[in-house]
């Protein structure tokens, strides 16, 4: 386990909250190149269900990224905010903040105190 060895949890703290990072903007790109009728066709989604989703993400906006950490959604927020167009500087330092805390939490946790 590398948190139980001798290596900076400070330094594997910032590695792991960048490698998600590194992830979610995948998706967030994904979501970029997405199409309507791709998510009509392959993932059932009816158009009104889509504009649904579109009003959470013009209500909360890039905010949204501070929980793309969450287990299961976290990752439909990553391509649902490259879907509706957010701007990417704004998703990748609210992503890499909540994925970092994440980690952080984890990490006093996990280290005898």
Not at 26 to 42: D, I, N, P, S, V
Not at 86 to 101: A, H, Y
Request: glycine letters at 10%; one cysteine or more.
């Amino acid at each position: 386990m590398l948190v139980a060895s001798k290596i900076d949890p400070i330094l594997l703290v910032l590695v792991a909250g960048i490698g998600n990072t590194l992830g979610g903007l995948t998706g967030f790109w994904l979501g970029k190149c997405a199409r309507w009728e791709w998510l009509e066709k392959y993932f059932r989604l009816s158009h009104k269900k889509v504009l649904k989703y579109q009003q959470s993400c013009s209500k909360y906006g890039y905010w949204l990224a501070l929980l793309c950490w969450l287990p299961f959604v976290g990752d439909l927020i990553c391509v649902a905010l490259g879907f509706f167009g957010s701007r990417l500087l704004p998703v990748t330092v609210l992503m890499f903040t909540g994925k970092t805390i994440r980690y952080a939490v984890i990490a006093w946790l996990l280290l005898p105190h």
